[in-house]
Each structure stands twice: as C-alpha cells, then as structure tokens.
C-alpha cells in the first residue's frame, strides 16, 4: 500500500505576537508527517476552518505522493477559485506533501527541485530609524554582520502609526495611519541621497513603496531615485493598476520588483512574458506554495525575470524554510527578503526581540551567518514544531490596524 494521508491537523501558535498557522498532515507511515504554511495573520480563524471543514474530509484516504493531482483537487473543489484565504489553506497542505516528499526520498527539498545553484542565500534586511543618522549607523551594524542587501525607509511606508486625525484632514474623519503622499516622496528622495553621500555605494539597496501612493507619483519617485542605484524599488503600484508598470517602464531604468499582493497567474503572466518587472516577489502561501512557486520561477527564468520571494515577519519558519529551498535551485534567483530571524543572541534596534521563541518553536529552520542564509540539510523543508512549545503561544483575534491607511482628506488608500 502507497502513503496515504491519515489525517490534517491546523496548528495555530504566535510565539512572536504574530498569528502563524500551521498545517500537520499526518501519513498511514509511522512518524511520517509533513509541516505547511498557511499563515494570512489577520484571517487565520478562516485558514483553520477551511482546512479542517473541507480539505481534510476531501484528502483522507488519498495518496501522499500525487502532490500535483491532489493541488489541482484542492484548487478546483470549491469551483469558486484563488483568493488568500482558499491559497493559503492549500499552500499547507501542498508545502506538507513536499516535507513528506522529501522525507520519502531522504532528500532535502532543493535536491528534489534539482539541487543548488548556489551554497548560501544573499538576503536583504530591513532598515529604518528616526532619522539619517540612526538608519546610517543601523546599516553599518548591518554591513557589519555581512549584510549585502538593505532595504531602506524612514518611518515605516509613510504615515506613521495608527492614531487620531491630524488637524490637516476634515471635522470628524477616522483614525488611521494618515498619509502625505507628497512630503513621503521628498523624504524619501533625501533619505536616498543622504545615504549615498554617507556609506558609499557599495551596499545594495532597496526601497519598498508598498503601494501607498498614485501610479504617477510612482513614476516620478522612481525617476528622482535613478541616480541612487536602487537594487530595486518594490511595489511601486498597486496590484489593482499594474497596467501602470508599462507607463512606469517607459520613463525610468530603475529595477522593478513586484508582486507581494498577487494571487494567481493572470496576475503575473504579462508582466514576466512582456518585461514589465525584473524581480517577482510572491507570497508563497498566498499563492498557493510550492506548486505554483516552482511553476512561476520556472516561467519567468524564460524571460530574464528574477525571484526576490515576500519574506515578512507574518509567516512562519516553515515558509521561510520552502523561500530557501526553491531559491537554493533557481538560477534566476535574485535576492531572499529576510525579516529578521537570527541567531538567538543578536539584537538589533529594529528588531522586536532575540527570536528566542520562534526558535523554540520551529526548531531548524534556515540560519544566517556572515551574508548567507543556509537550509539544514535533513529530509524535507528540515523545520520541525514543537507543539507542546506552539500551545504556550495562543493566537488572538484584533482588529487590524495597520491596514487603514487614509490620506490628508481621510479617505483610505491601499495599505
Ligand atoms: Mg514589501
């Protein structure tokens, strides 16, 4: 008899303050399991039950082995298709049958995609301050520990923090994170240039605009960020407007990266065959995991695309893990965001703790040292959970607030 799956299990756990969600699926095999990703942080409560409700009932029984066949089941049963509740549910099923893939053949999972191109994975790391001189002396501990890649801002995206309505919007508008869409740009423009003018240009920097502005305020960002020599600039346009980046093409040299927002192929497929971005950067759970990643990596090494995968802090150790596996084989990989997992003794200003917790957690997932980031070599993605650590870190339910973002007349603008 095959390996069939036995049973799926939704581990939820925030060792961090932020949601992760796990998916376990156990096999007919003793002790062979299979851990996935289908962390959306600020919807897990659905994830949990979409799983459990209707891909467990659809998968028990069925053969382990057949990831393609049971993504394309998984991907077709509700008829209604993609979304990130409906994709992240299935990327931790898919990510668990490649762990258990990987398992079965004694293999790390960059073996089974081919094997490395590459020993170590280049990251970028995020930086920001109050100020020129904070975030000057934040790269240089950066540059310091092997950084190569940084990416920049100055106070977050641009806003601020959530609070009251400044006296500049209308009588009675909403709290939010109010934006000046205009007095970011200049800051920004400043902050690039004094940068340069302080560390030189040996580091690689990007900066991401998370799409908080208006397609030609994009435009003219990236034309007044040209002499800067950005490695990229990330998310310059919505996901609803990207017929944009052709206009944006036109007018500046300035790499493109984009894609943390994208759900399926018809989001990306133009923009890769027609040489409208130079990095894709997915969400792997968002878009489904491994399965269609491998896929989209594949199709945009065609066109001189290069991967640069989402790697925020609001996904578990275990996607992180499948970032660097498919990185490891892709030779069109361009550079791994890394949000700040390191070893348990290292603490710096923008990070929010040693990382002790997450690592008690998710035992082995991928380390840093000295500019790389490395996979373990044991079978599968090589992350394990600890489930009776997981259970001391108990998810909760808030409404989130990071995500109203208004501008000067309080009206919202995509977070
Ligand atoms: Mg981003």
Not at 107 to 125: A, D, N, S, T, W
Not at 347 to 359: F, S, T, Y
Not at 362 to 384: H, I, M, Q, S, T
Request: aromatic share 8%.
């Amino acid at each position: 008899m095959g390996v069939t799956i036995q049973n799926i299990r939704v581990i939820c756990t925030a060792p961090e303050g932020i949601n992760l969600v796990v998916i376990k699926v156990e096999t007919n095999q003793p002790g062979l399991y299979g851990l996935g990703c289908g962390t959306f942080a600020y919807r897990h409560l659905l994830v949990k039950q979409l799983v459990e409700e209707y891909l467990k009932p659809l998968l028990v029984g069925r053969n382990a082995e057949n990831i393609e066949e049971l993504w394309q089941l998984m991907h077709q049963n509700a008829y209604w298709r993609n979304g990130p509740a409906e994709n992240n549910a299935i990327s931790g099923v898919d990510m668990a049958l490649w762990d258990i893939k990987g398992k079965l053949a004694g293999m790390p999972c960059y073996q089974l995609f081919g094997g490395k191109c590459r020993e170590g994975i280049p990251v970028y790391r995020h930086v920001d301050g109050k100020d020129l001189s904070e975030i000057c002396e934040n790269i240089q501990r950066y540059q310091e520990m092997g950084i190569t890649h940084l990416r920049c801002q100055c106070g977050g995206y641009g806003g601020g923090r959530y609070g009251k309505a400044p006296s500049t919007a209308p009588e009675g508008a909403p709290d939010g994170i109010y934006l000046d869409s205009r007095q970011y740009i200049r800051d920004t423009v400043k902050l690039f240039q004094g940068i340069r003018d302080r560390v030189g240009y040996d580091i690689a920097l990007v900066h991401d605009v998370h799409e908080r502005i208006a397609p030609m305020e994009a435009v003219r960002l990236a034309k007044e960020l040209e002499p800067y020599d950005l490695f990229f600039l990330e998310d310059p346009i919505p996901l609803e407007q990207t017929d944009w980046l052709r206009i944006l093409r036109q007018q500046t040299s300035i790499p493109i990266a984009q894609g943390e927002l994208f759900n399926n192929p018809v989001e990306w497929k133009h923009l890769i065959s027609e040489h409208l971005i130079d990095f894709i950067r997915v969400h792997l759970s968002q878009v489904g995991g491994i399965t269609p990643a491998r896929k989209l990596q594949i199709f945009a090494e065609q066109f001189g695309v290069r991967t640069a995968w989402h790697g925020p802090g609001d996904m578990s150790p275990i996607a992180h893990a499948a970032n660097i596996h498919i990185d490891l084989a892709a030779p069109n990989f361009g550079v791994q965001e890394w949000s700040g997992i390191e070893p348990p003794n290292f603490v710096i200003q923008d990070l929010k703790g040693p990382h002790g917790a997450l690592l008690e957690v998710f035992p082995g997932l991928p380390e840093y040292r000295d500019g790389y980031v490395y996979a373990n070599d044991k079978p599968g993605l090589g992350v394990d959970l600890d489930e009776a650590e997981a259970a001391k870190y108990p998810c909760e339910n808030t409404v989130t607030q990071w995500t109203q973002t208004r501008l000067r007349d309080g009206s919202l603008q995509t977070p």
